[in-house]
């Protein structure tokens, strides 16, 4: 066990690849691709309510290569698999450099599920629409108090973010330099990981 | 309030029954008259025969307990009163409170830490005591301490545990707190038995069980003082709560191995066999899952209680006591672990209890927990120290004591690394040398320790004092020794601290995406992991415990994000209000309402202040409007009349008004299953309030308003540059930034500016106090057109302006502006002109004509009346 749990946290492991090909497969219906649909059909997923910000990711560019920007319409294996290298915990030697490097390329994942038109900024209306996600499915929230809640939230990264500010700018919306600033407290490098350990294919419900 | 005091009285009618039982004991042979808080003579009782109606009786004796008790628990609190001034005030040369009482060195103080400096205090006041009575009259007794003074900590740990960390790291909290307990009694035990054969103890009658018993009894971590100590270090919450956590739960070990090791020693050696020991492991299970599930009964009880309880918010605060302590009372009769089924009570409730209750009995739930918990530590270590100053306890044996601290320092260690190491094998975040470090030496023994030997019968146990005075000793060591070098230590190692600063709106959605995003890759990539198990219970909860466990309208605010919001809003209006009073402008409304005089005047500066600004590069628009609004003046007229009946209001009045609005909203909102409308409404308000307030502070940092593709706006831009420039005073200077942020929202389309237009009328109000140079100014250079479309009676109060008195504007402020500021905030932000929000806003200003410019006073008391 021991020894398989450092292998997998310097790379890769093969039976990690295995387990995840499977599952790949198991989501795909056995094509070389995986479509959107075959993501969106996953049960578990009908109670997330930012599924389809999490589904876009899979089939962003910019998660999959950094310098292009757009859509994708069928990711293979590989970009599958690439999408989730984001979601590795942190080797434990690590150094403060590659920590920092970690840290932005996590960080940057979650802002590009938020930065939908891929222009670098998470604008006012891009913002609200994710809270809107984020909370929809509370149900309890009435609209208005959501985009209440995104203003006044977008709000408070605009005056932290830029204290000081002529008379003409505007705040046009999150930069990634801005999102870091508001997320240097969040522990992302140590926290944003998941176990692919353990993958329990027989009591996988798939969507098919 | 009524709240708060009621748990004070609460708490007042515990201390005086601890007295009955533990100070009646004490006093039994103690004269009360030396005791040095006091210096009260000793009581000349009554006669019993009485030759005349007396007018005065002396009746010491009645009270002597209950006194005593009261004067103690003073006492203490002073000292940490005393010890808390210093470390606040240390740089200022102020004049000292209590400077007769003892004068602590600053840098002592801050290196010690509190609970460090309580058990000196007491030894001080213990040592004064000694020496008038050269008998130590006063101990902790443990029945004092197990019934009274630990019941609190322990449910205000419970209770204010972070649920999520607490269980993502239980794994590893239950592994220290029972394998690791286990071992550290066990190596103990053993280890001082290997010494006492090989006879680096001299002559002591004992054995192999009863070392057991005392390494069982001192091996616990002690929560109190793990959490006095951990409070001021703040590491990061991981090693926090592994700490904290194994501290609590590993009570549960402790009263195990306490009972089965006593019965042991009672049985035995030879009766021992393996169906005892096999007992003794069932009764763990027993004791530990049991205590849990007391806990948890109770944790339920008191959610379905308190959905009832909104009828008498006075009373609902002390459920949660009453409850929390009898929960720990009945796992005690059942001989199940008390500390366990407390925390699990409070860790149970907490969430469920916090959105049944009105707002007011959570605060003073908090508030009053940390009154009984902050006072129940102080009293508990000062009393450590006053209890060390007895010589009748004390028996010294070098080798015992000093290789009791030695193996409760090394297997310590050794118990900690070897179960991290272990653990680390299945930790995706394993924890570092460093923290093991700290776990480590976070190991402080404390009360508990010492309550539990106390308990020991001295008939069988002949080497009782020697056992106090080596826990005393132990306490001593770690919470003094290893409490002041922790600080350091840490900031040697370099230890992750953990963030204090409050986080901010954004950062709390971010992490909440964050939460589900890691669900969401849980499910993609078919794991089962944490965060699947998490959410999978937090599904189970929405389904299932909130129905049957939460008041159903509360459930509605119950989301996490929107009480944050909602937290902010409360800050803000708090501050609001703060400010507004600060400004002074609310102490003229006094005078002025009783004038009675300008309030029509007043009204008309309000209406003409929109246009002088507006003017210049607001084009016809707002003026379109403005036209088509025949019913300005009947409005004006009505708003007049309303606030004429409404003379009598005066600053506090408003004030109160305002706050109380507030909360009442906020009640209806959570409390009664509100229309959808209705709701909505008091929602926005909320949140106009919390923009207009945002705003300000914006302004001040001059943040970024208008959108620089707007040409045309830039001349006025000068302008207003200018004249905040020209203006002498800081109330103008909010009045300028207002104006500059509506040019911000302006920068929207035509359409939009007649939405716009408005709001930020009414945010010219609601900045409030015009500076009546600024408009001469303005009307001096005015070179733009809409100037002279502006109605007669407005450019008549236009030049009024300057003899009104800027509270008057502030009184209309506090009510109006807020609901006005709800179109104008989309607009500041939105690059999108053309939003819903605003869409669904310009149709109501505009119909909105009649009542619509925004009845302050009428609002305020439409409230009001129903409060």
Redesign the interface.
């Known amino acids: 066990m021991s020894s398989r749990t450092n292998r997998w946290r310097k790379t890769v492991s093969l039976e990690q690849i295995n387990n995840l090909n499977k599952r790949f497969r198991q989501l795909s219906s056995n094509k070389e691709t995986l479509s959107r649909e075959d993501l969106a059909s996953i049960p578990d997923l009908d109670n997330n309510p930012i599924r389809l910000q999490i589904i876009n990711a899979f089939f962003d560019k910019r998660n999959l290569s950094q310098s292009e920007v757009g859509i994708v319409q069928e990711i293979g294996f590989e970009e599958f698999l690439m999408v989730l290298t984001h979601f590795q915990p942190a080797a434990m030697d690590i150094t403060e450099d590659n920590r920092e490097k970690l840290r932005r390329t996590k960080l940057r994942f979650l802002f590009n599920m938020h930065d939908t038109d891929g222009n670098g900024i998470i604008t006012l209306e891009e913002y609200r629409q994710a809270v809107e996600e984020l909370l929809s499915k509370a149900g309890t929230i009435a609209p208005e108090t959501v985009k209440a809640i995104a203003d006044a939230a977008m709000l408070d990264v605009a005056s932290t973010t830029r204290g000081k500010m002529e008379p003409d700018e505007f705040y046009e919306g999150i930069t990634f330099e801005h999102f870091l600033q508001i997320l240097k407290t969040l522990d992302i490098e140590t926290t944003m990981h998941v176990r692919f350990l353990n993958l329990d294919t027989a009591n996988m419900r798939c969507g098919k | 309030m009524s709240g708060l005091w009621h748990g004070k009285i609460l708490m007042l009618m515990v201390v005086l029954t601890v007295s009955r039982h533990s100070l009646a004991f004490q006093a039994r042979n103690a004269n009360p008259s030396n005791q040095p808080g006091t210096n009260a003579s000793t009581g000349n009782g009554t006669e019993n025969t009485i030759t005349t109606l007396p007018i005065v009786t002396w009746k010491w004796h009645h009270t002597e307990g209950p006194y005593l008790v009261a004067l103690w628990v003073l006492v203490s609190w002073i000292c940490k009163l005393e010890i808390e001034t210093h470390q606040t005030r240390q740089h200022s040369s102020s004049l000292q409170l209590s400077n007769f009482v003892f004068q602590l060195n600053p840098a002592l103080t801050n290196v010690f830490p509190e609970s460090g400096l309580l058990i000196c205090i007491g030894w001080v006041l213990g040592g004064i005591i000694y020496g008038a009575d050269k008998v130590q009259t006063f101990r902790l007794q443990p029945f004092t301490f197990f019934y009274y003074l630990l019941p609190p900590i322990v449910l205000d740990a419970g209770y204010s545990m972070p649920n999520k960390q607490f269980m993502g790291n239980l794994g590893a909290i239950l592994v220290h707190a029972v394998i690791g307990t286990v071992w550290n009694a066990a190596s103990l035990g053993l280890g001082l038995w290997g010494c006492w054969l090989g006879g680096a103890m001299g002559h002591l009658n004992t054995g192999l069980l009863q070392l057991l018993l005392f390494g069982s009894l001192i091996a616990a971590v002690d929560p109190v003082a793990v959490i006095a100590v951990f409070e001021e270090v703040h590491v990061n919450e991981v090693l926090y709560i592994i700490v904290f956590g194994e501290s609590l739960l590993n009570d549960g070990v402790t009263v195990v191995l306490f009972n089965v090791f006593d019965a042991f020693v009672s049985l035995g050696g030879p009766a021992i066999n393996a169906v005892e020991i096999i007992k003794g492991i069932i009764s763990f299970f027993v004791v530990a899952f049991g205590g849990s599930l007391v806990g948890i009964a109770f944790g339920i009880l008191i959610s379905l209680l308190t959905r009832l309880t909104k009828k008498t918010p006075t009373i609902e605060p002390g459920f949660i006591f009453v409850f929390g302590y009898l929960s720990y009372l009945t796992a005690e009769f059942l001989s199940l672990s008390a500390i366990l089924s407390c925390t699990f009570c409070g860790v149970f409730c907490q969430k469920y209890v916090n959105t049944n209750m009105s707002e007011k009995s959570v605060n003073t739930v908090r508030t009053t927990m940390k009154v009984f918990a902050n006072g129940s530590e102080t009293v508990i270590f000062v009393f450590l120290g006053i209890s060390a100053i007895d010589p009748s306890i004390w028996v010294w044996n070098t080798g015992f004591i000093l290789l009791t601290l030695l193996f409760i320092f090394v297997f310590r260690f050794m118990g900690v690394f070897v179960l991290t190491w272990i653990l680390n094998?299945?930790r995706?975040?394993?924890l570092?040398l460093i923290e093991q470090l700290v776990m480590g030496y976070g190991g402080l023994r404390g009360a508990v320790a010492y309550g539990l030997v106390f308990l020991l019968d001295e008939n069988k146990y002949k080497e009782k004092n020697l056992m106090i005075s080596t826990t005393l000793l132990v306490v001593y060591f770690t919470v003094m020794l290893q409490g002041i070098t922790m600080k350091p230590l840490v900031n040697w190692l370099k230890v992750k601290r953990a963030?204090t600063?409050e986080?901010?709106?954004?950062?709390k959605?971010?992490?909440?995406?964050?939460d589900?995003?890691?669900?969401?890759?849980?499910?993609?990539?078919?794991?089962?992991?944490?965060?699947?198990l998490w959410?999978k219970w937090h599904?189970f909860e929405e389904k299932w415990l909130f129905r049957i466990l939460m008041n159903p309208t509360a459930?509605?605010?119950?989301?996490y994000?929107?009480n944050i919001?909602h937290q902010?809003n409360l800050k803000d209006a708090m501050s609001y209000v703060q400010e507004g009073e600060r400004r002074g402008s609310l102490a003229f409304v006094r005078n002025d309402s009783k004038a009675d005089v300008d309030f029509n005047k007043q009204f008309d500066t309000d209406f003409t202040d929109m246009p002088d600004i507006m003017g210049p590069d607001h084009i016809p628009v707002p003026f379109v409007l403005r036209d088509s609004v025949p019913s300005v003046s009947l409005n004006m007229h009505e708003q007049d009349q309303k606030m004429r009946e409404s003379e009598d209001f005066n600053a506090h009045h408003l004030l109160q008004q305002h706050l109380y609005k507030g909360r009442k909203q906020r009640h209806t909102y959570s409390r009664k299953q509100p229309v959808?409308n209705r709701?909505?409404d008091e929602?926005?308000e909320i949140?106009q309030r919390?923009?207009r307030s945002?705003l300000e502070?914006?302004k001040s940092?001059?943040?970024?308003?208008?959108?620089?593709k707007k040409i045309t706006k830039h001349s006025k831009?000068d302008q207003t540059?200018k004249m905040s420039n020209g203006k002498p005073a800081d109330d103008s200077k909010i009045h300028s930034y207002g104006d500059?942020d509506f040019e911000?929202s302006e920068?929207d389309s035509a359409g939009d500016a007649a939405g716009g237009s408005f709001p930020m009328a009414a945010y010219k109000g609601g900045a409030g106090i015009v500076n009546p140079a600024y408009m001469a100014e303005m009307d001096s250079n005015e070179p733009m057109p809409p100037m002279p479309q502006i109605p007669p009676w407005l450019a008549e109060a236009g030049e009024d302006s300057s003899n009104v008195a800027p509270s008057q504007r502030a009184q209309l402020r506090l009510p109006w502006t807020p609901t006005n500021l709800r179109r104008l905030?989309?607009l500041r932000?939105?690059?999108?002109s053309n939003?819903s929000?605003l869409l669904a806003d310009s149709p109501a200003t505009q119909e909105g004509t009649e009542p619509q410019p925004p009845l302050p006073l009428q609002d305020g008391r439409g409230r009001g009346t129903h409060m």
């Open positions: 094998q299945y995706l975040v394993p570092g963030t600063d986080a901010m709106l954004a950062e959605i971010m992490n909440r995406t964050f589900h995003m890691l669900v969401a890759i849980e499910d993609i990539s078919g794991q089962i992991g944490h965060n699947y959410d599904n459930r509605k605010s119950r989301d994000i929107f919001f902010l959808v709701d909505e929602v926005q949140f919390t923009m945002r502070s914006f940092a001059k943040m970024g308003v208008a959108q620089p831009k540059e500059e911000f920068g905030a989309p932000l939105s690059t999108h939003d929000f």
